[in-house]
């Protein structure tokens, strides 16, 4: 194709990527676009091109989809946050099943009948309850910019409110406007901490307190159909599972490299009554083989809730050579949660019984996913 920058061209949207870039072809020459439909025939200005694909800037919608809504947010195209608030919410919860079963097919290899619908988020609109806004100097202006980073470039958009926050974040929003830092490039995290849960600042909990409570429901489902007598909760962060399932279990052990999380994980088991289990401080690769010997792996279920990267290549193998019952394994990001199923399931050691989406982050291209992993074939 014989496209530059700047081009102007008729497109027709024929699928959308995951992270929530529109598909059209021209001459089987890819373009993605961002903030379309399926279905749709939209004008779009070229911006990048690639030997195989291009990126364009969508400048009109000539043929919108009946799903298609206004956005909450006067931020949304420019605030690089959110992908989808021009999608009608039931069918953000299809788009999202879809990818995701694409995508665990795609590098996972599990077939796509696996993935559960979505399970949809009660709020989705003012759920999230933590952000981190920048300060940028704006020089054309003179003035500092105060928001999120954009979509289509790494400058900070001046935000005055954002519609996925809880209340309570706006508030903080124009408190820091009012009040705000004496530089550009300073990022600040604005939370509400969860009730009854002590969690020190820089330590991990989920974001969405209106669909946390389902979240647990599903892991305590699979703990159970699982059968499991001992949990291992690895990267367990400030005890959040291992607290909340302790009493579906006869013992329980947190594993987390952060110590001050771990000092809070077992202020927040004493407070609840929680004595059959224990925190530990330490890398999961230094704690697992030991937890692993300690209990039958028959009888054990392993929670992993890594980071967004994943677990490690050493962590993999120690969990396929001891092959514990069941690993319930719990991410933010499903490309990598399929790499490492792929790996798990090699040769039969492990079999994905069923993998449960979960709307946690509504708007966004972003969607957690619980896989309820069994030792062998099922």
Wanted: hydrophobic residues 45%; aromatic residues 8%.
């Amino acid at each position: 194709m014989n496209l530059a920058p700047g081009t102007s061209v008729s497109l027709t949207i024929a699928d959308l990527a995951f992270g929530g870039e529109g598909v059209a072809r021209l001459d089987d020459f890819v373009v993605f676009v961002p903030f379309v439909l399926v279905g749709e025939v939209v004008e779009a200005e070229i911006t990048d091109v690639k030997k195989s694909f291009a990126r364009a800037r969508l400048v009109c919608v000539t043929q919108p989809s009946s799903e298609r809504v206004t956005p909450a947010c006067a931020h949304f195209g420019a605030c690089g946050g959110c992908q989808y608030q021009h999608v009608a919410y039931p069918a953000q919860l299809r788009i999202k099943r879809k990818q995701v079963a694409d995508l665990f097919q795609r590098i996972g290899g599990l077939p796509p009948e696996l993935v559960a619908p979505v399970v949809p988020c009660p709020q989705p609109y003012g759920y999230r309850n933590r952000i981190m806004i920048r300060s940028q100097w704006n020089k054309p202006e003179q003035r500092l910019n105060i928001g999120f980073v954009r979509a289509d470039c790494g400058l900070v958009e001046d935000v005055f409110e954002c519609q996925i926050a809880e209340p309570a974040l706006n508030e903080q929003i124009r408190h820091v406007r009012a009040n705000p830092p004496p530089k550009g490039g300073i990022k600040i995290v604005l939370r509400i901490p969860p009730e009854n849960w002590e969690v020190p600042p820089d330590s991990f909990f989920q974001n969405n307190f209106f669909l946390l409570p389902k979240l647990v429901e599903v892991v305590r489902a699979a703990l159970r159909d699982g059968g499991a007598r001992h949990l291992i909760d690895l990267y367990c962060g400030v005890g959040f599972f291992g607290i909340e399932l302790a009493d579906a279990v006869e013992s329980f052990v947190g594993v987390e490299f952060d110590q001050r999380a771990i000092a809070a994980a077992r202020r927040n088991a004493a407070a609840r009554g929680r004595t059959n289990g224990e925190f530990i401080a330490a890398t999961v690769e230094a704690a697992l083989p030991a937890l692993l010997q300690r209990f039958s792996p028959s009888s054990s279920a392993v929670v992993l809730d890594p980071p967004r990267k994943g677990c490690l290549p050493q962590t993999l193998a120690l969990l396929r050579e001891q092959q514990p019952g069941q690993i319930i394994y719990i991410s933010c990001h499903p490309a990598t949660m399929a790499r490492d199923l792929n790996i798990l399931c090699r040769d039969g050691v492990f079999s994905v019984a069923r993998v449960t989406p979960l709307d946690m982050f509504p708007q966004t291209q972003h969607v957690e996913c619980v896989a309820d992993v069994r030792a062998g074939a099922l």
